[in-house]
């Protein structure tokens, strides 16, 4: 079974019609819509991307059988040369916070990656995403500095706050996992732009009917 992650992107958009079910988690409660796919919205009960029970969510998503998972994810461009409206699939990822894992209790090594199979399907399924380059993750809920822009820029390509914790618990769940980012505005300090939460709601409401189509190809492609 295909499994989406989506967050502000997503929350204009018209979705799959699916069935709302509330999965009870070793790690906590996490509520699934779930049909031929499984939609997993991460910002439940409006949780800012630091409070985010990403270890229920994830294992929420495993316990529905969910084989292969794509999170569709609200960006900011490092580069001047990747412009608000891209939609990229990165190839990579870093994170400057705190990385949740299952394995509190003992000791694990995995091997962080994004799923690399996926991204060449889902490059199939959209051919104008731009394939290649290194999403950051930073704590949230604030925005970057422009210090840290600054610093970001010489390592990653587009700044988030929650995929690199979903690929990571995704790897330990040995479940593939790629992401589809969409580049809602310039980093802090690449434009004059003020960056708000209300400036993010208003591009994804703008995008909402691309993303509509984005999520319906990657379904198309992956959830047969």
């Given at each position: 079974m295909?499994?989406?992650?989506?967050?502000?992107?997503?929350l204009y958009c018209d979705l799959p019609a699916l069935e709302e079910k509330m999965v009870w988690t070793p790690y906590g409660p996490a509520a699934v819509h779930v049909g031929e796919i499984a939609l997993m919205l991460r910002h439940q009960a409006d949780r800012p991307p630091h409070q985010i029970n990403y270890r229920a969510q994830m294992a929420a998503l495993a316990l529905c059988g969910v084989d292969q998972i794509v999170a569709f994810g609200s960006v900011g461009s490092l580069k001047p040369l990747i412009q608000p409206g891209t939609v990229v699939l990165p190839t990579d990822y870093l994170s400057l916070t705190d990385i949740p894992s299952f394995h509190n209790h003992a000791i694990e090594h995995v091997m962080p990656a994004l799923d690399q199979g996926l991204v060449r399907q889902i490059s199939g399924a959209i051919p104008t995403a731009e394939v290649g380059g290194t999403y950051a993750?930073?704590?949230?809920?604030?925005?970057?500095?422009?210090?840290?822009?600054?610093?970001?820029?010489?390592?990653?390509?587009?700044?988030?706050?929650?995929?690199?914790?979903?690929?990571?618990?995704?790897?330990?769940?040995?479940?593939?996992?790629?992401?589809?980012?969409?580049?809602?505005?310039?980093?802090?300090?690449?434009?004059?732009?003020?960056?708000?939460?209300?400036?993010?709601?208003?591009?994804?409401?703008?995008?909402?009917?691309?993303?509509?189509?984005?999520?319906?190809?990657?379904?198309?492609?992956?959830?047969a």
């Open positions: 295909l499994g989406i992650i989506g967050g502000t992107s997503l993750q930073t704590r949230g809920p604030r925005i970057e500095t422009v210090s840290e822009v600054r610093a970001l820029a010489k390592v990653a390509d587009v700044v988030g706050m929650t995929v690199a914790s979903e690929a990571t618990l995704a790897r330990e769940l040995e479940i593939p996992f790629a992401a589809v980012c969409t580049v809602d505005n310039y980093a802090n300090g690449l434009s004059d732009e003020v960056l708000t939460y209300e400036h993010i709601l208003a591009t994804s409401k703008k995008y909402a009917r691309r993303t509509e189509d984005l999520v319906g190809a990657v379904v198309h492609a992956l959830g």
